[in-house]
């Protein structure tokens, strides 16, 4: 969205639309930081408590070995 020149608005209303749990203050406090710091590209978004299971179970069954992600489960 930012290499199109996104505003605060749009991307406040992509995460809206995504239905991230927050208030419109905080969503706007995040896009804004978006729009500051470009996040890089990673593994885990932040989801809803029906999407955990999903999105964090990627990273569970992960074969490969990523810089900046240390699997807590193979240290069990």
Do not use: H
């Not at 991230?20 to 408590?49: C, R």
């Not at 029906?50 to 964090?56: A, I, N, V």
């Not at 179970?57 to 240290?75: C, H, N």
């Amino acid at each position: 969205m930012i290499e199109n020149k996104a505003n605060a608005e749009d991307i406040f209303a992509y995460l809206n639309d995504r239905n991230i749990p927050a208030d419109e203050i905080t969503l706007m406090q995040m896009a804004e930081n978006i729009l500051k710091k470009t996040p890089i590209v990673g593994y885990l978004t932040i989801s809803n408590a029906l999407q955990w299971r999903l999105q964090y179970g990627r990273i569970v069954t992960l074969k490969d070995k990523i810089s900046g992600i240390t699997k807590i489960i193979d240290k069990c």
